[in-house]
């Protein structure tokens, strides 16, 4: 199933953020309540600017509306929900 955002809306699969201790050990995303605040952009509505699809984005940190399909888990935000496009 595809789903396609209208207006100023892009959906976004959120970035799993793997935390690590000063020890080196690496904890479980079950271990931290923090939800991401990245994710790469998997569709863009007709109208939102600045963003196209594959783009890696910082979003606001309870902005947008969560969707699970096939499984997967994503975020359809708005452009203000929208903070930053990050650059490598």
């Not at 955002?5 to 201790?21: D, N, Y």
């Not at 600045?50 to 935000?77: N, Q, S």
Request: glycine share 12%; no cysteine.
């Amino acid at each position: 199933m595809k789903i396609k955002p209208l207006g100023e809306r892009i959906v976004v699969k959120p970035m799993k953020q793997e935390q690590k201790t000063k020890g080196g050990i690496y904890l479980p995303d079950t271990a931290s309540k923090e939800k991401p605040q990245q994710g790469e952009v998997i569709a863009v509505g007709p109208d939102f600017k600045g963003v196209k699809v594959g783009d890696k984005v910082l979003f606001a940190k309870y902005g947008g509306t969560e969707v699970k399909m096939d499984e997967e888990e994503y975020l359809v935000l708005g452009e203000d929900d929208v903070l930053a496009v990050l650059e490598e």
